[in-house]
Structures are given as structure tokens and as C-alpha cells.
């Protein structure tokens, strides 16, 4: 738990959510937000940072109970699955704390959540004086369930992201994400078993943190199993400063999930100018436009992302299309443009209380 930033007139905000940053390289949208609004001035209150999640859950619930004097609004983070249980707890706390909160949503998987448990999602997002989304996929899959929410995109520092136009791609490719089987880290080693026929100097730069849910031990066996030692690298996690300087090393940026929603690693690769190559899945295809700021392919299908690859670098017109108006795309992502919209949000909840 963190307390930070001077009481200034401006609602104080507790943030709820995983808080993990500081034992893992990742950091959260909500973590980005809560840094963002302590460095404007505001009040920020943060749960939780414990690292096992009954632990977690405690202190979140605690802290919002404990502390309901040291702020008048919260977010928080909302994600399907066994952390959904996770907001209902908060959420519960919170009204009985009488403190207006708002729900941030996040995760490809939840309108199939919200399929399986209408009642309780439709009971969760109406609790809420304001529900934010990331994504025109969620507003668009969950709209059935509040037709209110609110689009708030997730935001980078555009600055930091050094913009390079691939005129010509080279077979210099870059994967960044967590280790987790959601994103189907092995998918990545076999599109560059496939290219190293047609491409024998291809190699791919995996960048992530390992889960622990097996994924990043079966990425190394298929590449030793491929005989990929030389043409993929795992570098491990790093820290955020310096992923534009990992995705600056490349031109061509594999995105492999099976879910997902809207990616700030595919943001930054497009500020970056990389050319995308994703699975079409979730809130991918409202984020990409195919063959205009990137490539689509199949979920899965190693030898349609192979293809879309050799494209790219084939095609030097296509490269620097896709590389230009992606990064036009993700302008308006930047924090000038997205905190402002943060900071009008909360205060209109703040207000309900005042």
C-alpha cells in the first residue's frame, strides 16, 4: 500500500488493483494512471502490492475499509475469472464504506465471462457510477450489460517512443509480453521455424517475464526442439524505460495471442513504428486495421503469420505504409490526450459524494 502526492483541491483517489511493479518488470495501466494523477497534483492511494493473492485480496479490502477517510472516490480494475470474485469484494466494501467508485474493465476474456455469468457482471458494472473500458471490443460485447460505459484507452508517453520508418523491413522481429499461455509464446518460435527456410538470417527477440504457468519452459523446448538456438532469443523481462529500446532493435513485431483485448505492447510497437503481425482474437481487429496499420492472421496458424511476415519484408511499399499510419493510429494514446479524460471522469464521481 502507497499513499502519495500533496491534498491539493483535487479528490483523492485509491486505486485498486495488482500493484506488482515492483517485483515484476510489467507495470499495470493502473499503476501508469495512479503515477500520472500523483504527478499532476493528486492525491493517490494505492492496493495492493502483496504478492500471494489471498494476501492480496485482504489488504485490498482492508485498505479500502480502513482507509475510507482518505478518499472520496476508487478505481478499480476488473478482470474475469477467479479475480472477478476480487471486485465484488472490493465493490461490496466500498458501499458499505458509502465511497463512489469506478470500474475499469480489462481482459479479452470477459465478455465470454459475461456470457457465463450475465447476472453477476450486469450487477457488478450497474454498482458503479461509472464503468471505463479500454477498447471499442468490450463497449461493443458488453454494452448489453450497461450501455454507459465509458471509452477511456489505455495510455503511452508518446514521446518516449522514438518513431522510425521501416522503408524496408529487415528479418529482425521482436516478441514482448508476459510468458503466460494466453499469449502462445511457442506460436512465435514456430512462425520462425517457418521463415528460417525462406529467410535463413531471421531472428526473433522474445522480451517478457516467466508466469510460472509453464509457458516460458515450453517456448525453450520448442526451440531446442526446432533447432532455433541461433535464431530466437529469450531475453527475460525489462524494465519500462527500456522497451522502446528493445523495439527500437527490430522491424517487425509478432503479436501471438489466443485473447486478448487492446495490448499496450502492440501501442508501443506502433508508436515505435514496428510493423504488426497479430492473431486476429478479441479486441485486436478494433485496435489493428488489417493491411492498413498491420497485419492479421488466424489464432494459431503459424504458417499464415509466417506468410504475413515474408510480406512485409518483400514489400517495401507495404512496410512503410503499415509503419507510418500505425504509428498516425496510436497518437491518440498519448497521456496529454487520455488524462484529461481521467481526471474529468473522477471528478464528476467525486462531486456525487461532495
Not at 213 to 234: P, Q, S, Y
Not at 258 to 277: K, R, Y
Not at 316 to 334: C, H, I, Q, T
Amino acid at each position: 500500500m502507497t499513499f502519495c502526492g500533496p491534498a491539493l483541491m483535487t479528490p483523492r483517489v485509491l486505486f485498486v488493483g495488482n500493484f506488482l511493479s515492483s517485483s515484476r518488470a510489467s507495470l499495470t495501466v493502473g499503476e501508469a494512471l495512479a503515477a500520472r494523477l500523483a504527478s499532476a497534483g493528486w492525491t493517490t492511494l494505492t492496493t495492493s502490492g502483496k504478492r500471494r493473492r489471498v494476501a492480496r485480496l485482504a489488504d485490498m479490502v482492508s485498505t479500502v475499509w480502513r482507509r475510507r477517510a482518505d478518499y472520496d472516490v476508487a478505481v478499480v480494475d476488473v478482470y474475469s475469472g477467479a479475480a472477478f470474485v476480487w471486485a465484488e469484494a472490493v465493490t461490496a466494501t466500498l458501499r458499505a464504506a458509502r465511497r463512489p467508485y469506478v470500474l475499469t474493465l480489462h481482459g479479452g476474456n470477459l465478455p465470454a465471462f459475461a456470457s457465463r455469468w450475465p447476472r453477476r457482471v450486469r450487477r457488478l458494472l450497474g454498482g458503479a457510477h461509472t464503468v471505463t473500458t479500454p477498447s471499442m471490443y468490450l463497449r461493443d460485447r458488453l454494452r448489453h450489460l450497461r450501455d454507459d460505459l465509458a471509452l477511456v484507452p489505455n495510455a503511452i508517453e508518446l514521446d518516449a517512443y522514438r518513431f522510425r520508418e521501416r522503408t524496408r523491413a529487415a528479418p529482425r522481429l521482436v516478441w514482448l509480453r508476459a510468458f503466460h499461455r494466453v499469449y502462445n509464446p511457442t506460436l512465435a518460435v514456430r512462425t520462425i521455424a517457418r521463415l528460417t527456410q525462406a529467410i535463413p538470417d531471421v531472428h526473433l527477440t522474445m522480451v517478457g517475464s516467466d508466469t510460472g504457468d509453464g509457458a516460458h519452459a515450453a517456448t525453450r523446448a520448442a526451440i531446442a526442439e526446432a533447432g532455433l538456438n541461433g535464431h530466437v532469443e529469450l531475453r527475460g523481462g525489462v524494465p519500462k524505460a527500456d522497451v522502446p529500446i528493445v523495439l527500437g532493435e527490430a522491424d517487425v513485431f509478432l503479436n501471438t495471442s489466443t485473447i486478448d483485448n487492446t495490448p499496450v505492447s502492440v501501442i508501443e510497437a506502433m508508436a515505435c513504428g514496428l510493423c504488426v503481425v497479430s492473431t486476429s482474437v478479441g479486441g485486436i481487429p478494433f485496435l489493428v486495421d488489417d493491411t492498413r496499420d498491420g497485419l492479421l492472421v488466424p489464432s494459431g496458424d503459424a504458417d499464415a503469420m509466417a506468410a504475413a511476415v515474408q510480406r512485409i519484408i518483400a514489400d517495401p511499399e507495404l512496410a512503410a505504409a503499415l509503419s507510418r499510419r500505425g504509428r498516425a493510429k496510436v497518437e491518440a494514446f498519448d497521456w496529454s490526450a487520455v488524462l484529461p479524460r481521467w481526471e474529468s471522469i473522477l471528478g464528476s464521481v467525486a462531486a456525487v459524494r461532495a
